[in-house]
């Protein structure tokens, strides 16, 4: 989650569970200013305890993050260490303290803490309990910190400088909620003539004079005020503890700056109108404030360009303004704004279309007189009248659409005589668009009728904006993508749905959860790309909520997930209407003339209130979810507690495995390569370890199929390429005559990875390491189908400089004739062929015949899994050039290299026979 604050607090509450506290504070870092400072504080103290900043170094907790080691102070007034804070009494306690430590860096610390003495004590497994619970506020605190960084660069409009829209809103609730008796106004400010001046001199003048706009505002207003650019060619400004002389002399002064700004500007001269509000005067609250501030500019806007608003068509459409300012829902205000721009323009026929989510397809979401019967029809941005308002962002007019060639199919034999279309914007983007028809090709629209609904469309836009922010609101966050709710407002309706009832009743109504993952949507994402991906989640959400009813809800639940809330609804309907999902999902879907077929995976499970959670339910459903995967003929699973338990097992792993990745807890050992001529080390493989703190040692052979599965072998592979070249540039500074190579497994998923060549270069530059020194594995299914992708990545990584082996050779499909047609360094042996070498002649056939192609093409061979002198010499005898395996060492910590090194270099044996690529051998290591 992105919210520090309930994480954190959800960490002190499960911790107490756990692990019996008096006092917990959980402390930030400011390296900056070299202090700690309190985040939450549990302890009857707590008031005292959070208005103190403490110099960073300072205590036991200036230890722990000093050294970034946690710290089991029993005893903890006796420790030399300890300092009291300042106003807290002195009384015998134990303390533990762990620093918040994420990707390296000391974020903070947590320190719990017991009153008493012996009595009071923390066991070993209280500590250990209490770091692992660390390591989660770790993270919390590190997804806070990186969503304030993205919240801050969203809240700035990037022509301008100035914060936008949303911060607006945002900061004048704060400004009227800390006013108190203190007046504020705001102003409401729109450039006249800016459309003109942007036509005649182009984008690039007019954005440059929006900036200069901008700018000066910001020059006329004063240092406590803020100034904003609200969309478009409007500004506003908020000026607190000011009445409404003040108001009007900031506005003044603004006007007579803008006005001087057209010598600078040459075109059509642009002036400013401005509407002020003022609290108390106008209101008490944002909205009363927003809505005399858009009147007065309104009236102002009037005032200033009387002279061009002569037509009555426009006179007719200032009676409208307020109405549609106080307008209520989205689809009450789009019904009002179609009955209202018809009666402006004098037609029956009108209708207004929206963008959909994906920005590629328009929805008519109201229509009367001949647009009626096709409300709710989808067409393309790319067609119609519609499409190329939305695309252009301007007026459009057509004076016979019959014959217009790029009319939208589905309105192709209705007689609609010419049609007008102009945009309605929110903060310059288009979002939608009001279209009129005469019905009669005797009357066509001129510029008073274009005129006249651009002025409306303008006023509509900020109502129907209004109105779409009041229900958001109410509904909570939403997906940028789908505009479904998001998985916190699934949690929320979940946890309601659960609620126990009052009141004496016992009946308990079941509510049940879903969530439908896409199958091979990463295929789409990767081979369409992420707009088509987009288009297709914003169409299954929209197919999901068909199939729903009153009471239901789907949000999305993050990926490619779905999660689905039934309230009422039994295993039975549960059942149902995952089939009708399903069904709904069956119809292909339209990618830019590109028919994509899709089908999901549903699992589901239903509880009942007081008796279930929303957590407990959604895990429930995950885990059903795996069972529908696991078995594609069904589709659909309901959550089945006797075949459950593996499933938790594989998502435990997962979560734990992720969490290994982000806490730095993997390892990486090393097995050395030889020569086998000389027996003299030339290089290592490095191969992932995992210790699980509760499980213990983990093969590979358990988590790295998991992460292949998952998508976490990007990350888990980034991390051990770069501990390995670490270690491998310290290896070659501590042994420099040896020419120690470094060895790296690329899976097949990293193998087809699009940023591959990128992440290992910024690595290699990051860590020193000569690519030269660098060998990538990759095993025989990533490239032997000899596609052109795969022989391009191939020759990427060689153009980098790194060298190249085919893994495990012998094991997949491989062919000896598909090697001339790899660019490959090296090829290794699979270790079965190794093991048995001496039971007959077959498996010695097959190592010579690719010994013998090998080295005809240049190749060096490596055998692995050597694990008898007697192999390593039989070896020797055909000509193999290197070996690994047991016979000379097991994998071992980086810790151990040196000394395995200083012992190899003391043996070192003089050549026992001469390799048959000795060539080749010196160029590749």
Known sequence: TLDASSVLELVADSLKAVVAYDSLTIYRVDLAR????????RDRFAEIILEYEAPLGQGITGWAVEHREAVLANDAILDPRSVQIPGTPIEPESLIVVPLIVQGDVLGTLNVARIGEQESHFSENEFELTKLFAAQAAIALRNAETHGEVKVQAERDALTGLRNHGAFQRELSLTIATAEAHPMAVLMMDLDRFKAYNDLQGHPAGDALLAAVAHTIESAIRSTDSAYRYGGDEFTAILPVTDRAGATEVANRIRTMVDALSDAHPGP?????????????DGLEKDALMETADAALYLAKGSRLRSSMRDPLVAALDDTAGVLL???TTDDLLHSVLARAARLLGTPNAYLSMVESTGLHLRMRAGIGLYEPVVGHVISVNVGVAGMVCRTGRPFTVDDYSRYEDRAMNLADVDIGAVLGVPLLSHGKVMGMIGVASGTKDRTWGEADIDALSRFAKLASIALENARLQEAALRGPTDPVTGLPTRERLVEAINAALEEPTGGTTLLTPASVLLLDIDRFKVLNESLGHQAGDQVLAEVGRRIATVLRDGDLVARFGGDEFGILLSPADDERATAVSDQILAALKAPIDLDARMWFISASVGYVTGLPGKATAGGLLREAEVALVQAQAEPTKRVARFDAVRSHAALERLDLEADLQAAIEMDELLVHYQPIVDLRTERIVGFEALVRWEHPARGLISPADFIPLAEETDLIIPLGAVVLAKACRQARALRDR??????????????????????VPSIAAILA?????ASSLELEITETAVMDRSDAGIAALAALRELGVHLVLDDFGTGYSSLAHLRHLPLDTIKVDRSFISELNEGDANVAIVQAVLSLAHGLGITVVAEGIEQATQADRLRELGCDLGQGYLWSRPVAPRQLDELMAVAVAQRRLPKSRSRNRNRLTKSR
Do not use: K
């Not at 070299?34 to 504080?41: L, N, S, T």
């Open 34 to 41: 070299q202090v700690r400072y309190p985040v939450i504080a």
């Open 269 to 281: 001269s642009v002036s400013i109108s401005i509407g002020i509000a003022c609290l108390p005067d």
């Open 326 to 328: 106080h307008g209520g």
């Open 735 to 756: 042994w420099p005559g040896e020419r120690l190579m470094m060895s790296v497994n690329l899976s097949p998923r990293q193998f087809a990875d699009s940023e591959l």
């Open 766 to 770: 990051e860590t020193g390491l000569e």
